[in-house]
């Protein structure tokens, strides 16, 4: 079988993995608002997997293969930490192998930069079709460049709170070594605008973020449905729901009793979660005082676990690839 039909097979591999992988993963965030270490471990190994093989079909020389073991090896600290002098000290061959592990790929790394380094700057500077193995194997060494930056964006991003939980930021870094360029994907349109396209996993990134957008198209018919639409200052972004099962539910409660300037306490609704509020610090005796005033309900928005956007976001990256690119694209720009 020709190798570049057995990379088709590579690529579909991989977007079935991605969504087996995140379907799960966002069912998990939805119901435990927690996915385990254990469920990023188990997905990292068919990644892996189809990472080498894709290696081994384009023939990846040494210091291509060492780079992306370097990438790996930042990836891998995400999940299982870094080894520690003490610990090296002591003897723990765990720490001892690992260690070993990450100052070969960093020699790898080093000996790519200088067998491609300067091929790859020539030919994305000349913008000529490959026409040389030197140029095919630097800009594969390229590619694994990239994804080492890409894995490094995703753990800054979440040194930073970009992104806010440590899943997030796991998840994505799966994403990057899952589908680690669009020459990795079968879809001959994106051909058209790869040259400008950003990584896939910030693609990915960018369309979960784009989804979001549909939230308040959402709510609102929910809330027209509730007929609770009297409000449209809440109605775009919460809801109303039960006293009794707000305790129980991964929302944050919008609504408490005040003391007002006159002496008397009313209900003050609030656009956003206010931190450190009663209502977040101290809701069962809130929701006691909402219902001593004579309320059934209160408004409430949902604590929306990030992986719930990524999962859908994967079919309009199926279909149009990266979202920037594809826009410019649009209005004739690119």
């Known amino acids: 079988m020709p190798t570049e039909d057995i990379l088709e097979y590579v690529g579909w591999a991989r977007i079935l993995f991605l969504a087996l992988c995140f379907g799960g993963a966002a069912w998990l965030d939805h119901k435990l608002r927690r996915v385990s270490n254990d469920w990023w471990d188990f997905w990292a190994r ?26 790996v090896a930042f990836a891998s600290t995400a999940l299982y930490g870094r080894p520690s002098l003490t610990d090296i ?19 790898g790394l080093v000996m790519g930069a200088m067998s491609h380094g300067q091929v790859l700057l020539e030919y994305l500077d000349s ?44 998840a994505m870094m799966l994403v990057a070594l899952m589908v680690p360029s669009w020459c990795a ?36 018919a929910r809330n027209l449905k509730a007929g609770d639409v009297g409000n449209l200052r809440m109605a775009w972004h919460s809801f109303r729901m039960p006293l009794q099962d707000i305790p129980n539910s991964h929302v944050w409660l919008l609504e408490e009793m005040v003391d007002g300037a006159d002496g008397e306490r009313s209900i ?11 209502s977040e610090t101290d ?10 005033a004579g309320r059934d309900k209160a408004w409430v928005t949902a604590k929306y676990p990030f992986l719930l956007f990524v999962f859908p976001a994967i079919v309009p990256m199926v279909i149009w690839g990266d979202p920037v690119s594809t826009i410019l694209g649009y209005i004739d720009l690119i």
């Open 185 to 220: 994907m079968p879809f001959p349109s994106h051909s058209t605008t790869i040259e400008m396209a950003m990584p896939p996993a910030l693609s990915l990134m960018i369309w979960a973020g784009l989804a979001f957008l549909l939230l308040p198209v959402i709510m609102l």
């Open 127 to 170: 913008s000529t079709p490959l026409d040389s193995e030197a140029e095919r194997m630097g800009l594969l060494w390229g590619r694994m460049i990239v994804l080492l930056v890409v894995l490094f964006f995703f753990e800054m991003a979440w040194r930073f709170r970009l992104l806010h939980g440590g899943a997030d930021a796991k």
């Open 89 to 107: 000290k002591a003897g723990s061959r765990v720490d001892i192998i690992v260690s070993i592990w990450y100052l070969v790929s960093a020699v």
């Open 46 to 71: 068919p990644t892996l997997v189809l990472l080498g093989l894709e290696l081994y079909l384009l023939d990846a020389d040494l210091s291509v293969w060492l780079t992306a073991s370097a990438a």
């Open 268 to 278: 003050e609704t609030s656009m956003r979660p206010m931190r450190g509020s009663r």
């Open 283 to 292: 809701v069962k005796a809130v929701l006691a005082e909402l219902a001593e």
